[in-house]
């Protein structure tokens, strides 16, 4: 079936640092989003993207947090600075209107 | 605000069993209930998903059955298998263009042979 990649899988940084998660999506989807779950718990919403806007956020997308799909690339998560509390599993979604949601294996970031 | 509930947190069937999960949401707007199965290490995929308008929906051991009028719906899976064993979460939005799926706490089934 149709392939989300998350890129890294594991990113370990240092607190205050930048770190940037790249997705990229299946090719033809218009909607992208971004979903933060701990221990293997909630999918808990952060961001959802269309046409090159945030169509909505979630409390969690702190004012340290950013997307964006320059030229139709990656989508990606920035967070600047991070904090502790950002530890967690970030997956990557994409879909097509009103249709099935394909996600990433995720990426696991570590923060010391 | 759980928009969407999940229960049992855990579950532990033998194989060969039906096992039950149970979901319950409070936003009259959802429309659209998919499930999702999620092996530890890996994205959660969808596994079978129904509309409101339906009340049952069936794709070969994985049904799910509906109630509108309770806001409620489960997932049945029939004759177990240990490769069944993950976490399945239910999840639920509306109709009103591409919105954010808002999951459930999920249920970590766990099949015994």
């Known amino acids: 079936g149709p392939k989300v990649l998350q890129i890294p899988s594991h990113q370990i940084i240092d607190m205050g640092q930048m770190v940037t998660l790249n997705c990229d999506p299946v090719?033809?989807?218009?909607?992208f989003y971004w979903y933060k779950q701990i221990l293997g718990q909630q999918m808990e919403f952060l961001v959802n993207f269309y046409n090159g806007k945030v169509m909505e956020k979630s409390k969690l997308f702190k004012d340290q947090f950013s997307v964006e799909r320059p030229d139709g690339s990656y989508f990606t998560l920035k967070i600047q600075p991070t904090a502790l509390e950002d530890s967690a599993v970030y997956f990557c979604?994409?879909?097509?209107?009103?249709?099935?949601?394909?996600f990433g294996a995720g990426t696991r970031l570590s923060v010391l | 605000q759980q928009q969407v509930r999940q229960s049992p947190q855990s579950l532990t069937v033998w194989e060969g069993e039906t096992a039950i999960l149970n979901c319950s949401y409070e936003?009259?707007?959802?429309?659209?209930f998919p499930w999702y199965q999620q092996f530890p290490g890996e994205g959660p995929a969808l596994l079978i998903a129904i509309r409101s308008v339906s009340d049952k929906k069936e794709d070969g051991r994985f049904t799910i059955f509906f109630n509108k009028r309770e806001k409620k719906l489960s997932l049945h899976i029939t004759d177990s298998q240990p490769g069944d064993s993950a976490t399945y979460f239910c999840a639920a939005h509306s109709n009103y263009g591409n919105e954010k799926i808002t999951f459930g706490a999920g249920t970590k089934l766990t099949i015994k042979p």
């Open positions: 979604a994409s879909g097509t209107f009103q249709n099935t949601l394909y």
């Open positions: 936003n009259s707007a959802f429309d659209y």
């Open positions: 090719s033809n989807h218009l909607y």
